[in-house]
């Protein structure tokens, strides 16, 4: 999650991007296919060796699925939403790995930030309400990410709505 703040905007306005985390760099990626495919390359050999042949192909089998699934994983991760708040307009932009932009604005008088707890494991979800219509946002946040951008965005709201008296 980043805060973005401009100088051009006024001191009520603000800028979130969030976007999803992935914790192995594409640097690392490279690195644990390569050891990935590695290993299975030597075991493979060891079996065609001791005569078990259709064993290797088993082998680069698994290294395809890997990389299929952390290619799956990155892919999902370019998954990203911005809200932009000023006093006169709040706007959620949900942009899809596609490239799909899904935009939702709200009154910023009447916008209200609900961070709530849906699961009986304490999973909360995080939506955004105003004049009877609500949108959830941040599914790829976690928790304890989702409880400080509620605080942080309901601040931001309050400041908002204060700059106009």
């Keep these: 999650m980043i805060d973005n703040w401009s100088e051009k905007q006024p001191s009520t306005a603000a800028q979130f991007l969030l976007h999803p985390h992935r914790s192995l ?12 495919g590695l290993v299975s390359f030597t075991v493979g050999m060891v079996f065609f060796l001791m005569g078990a042949w259709p064993v290797c192909g088993f082998f680069g089998l ?12 990155y892919r999902s991760g370019r998954l990203y939403e911005t809200v932009e708040l000023s006093p006169e307009l ?3 932009t949900r942009v899809h790995p596609s490239g799909k932009r899904e935009e939702f604005d709200f ?4 916008a209200r930030v609900r961070c709530t707890v849906d699961q009986p494991d304490g999973r909360t979800s995080l939506r ?15 928790d304890d990410e989702r409880r ?10 309050v400041a908002a709505r204060g700059s106009r008296f």
């Design 25 to 36: 760099p594409p640097s690392g990626f490279v690195i644990m296919m390569v050891l990935i």
């Design 62 to 73: 698994d290294v395809a699925l890997i990389y299929w699934a952390f290619k799956l994983n």
């Design 90 to 92: 709040l706007k959620l």
């Design 107 to 110: 009154n910023p008088y009447w």
């Design 128 to 142: 955004l309400a105003a004049q009877g219509r609500e949108v959830l946002f941040g599914q790829f946040l976690t």
């Design 148 to 157: 400080n951008f509620a605080d942080a965005l309901s601040g931001a709201l």
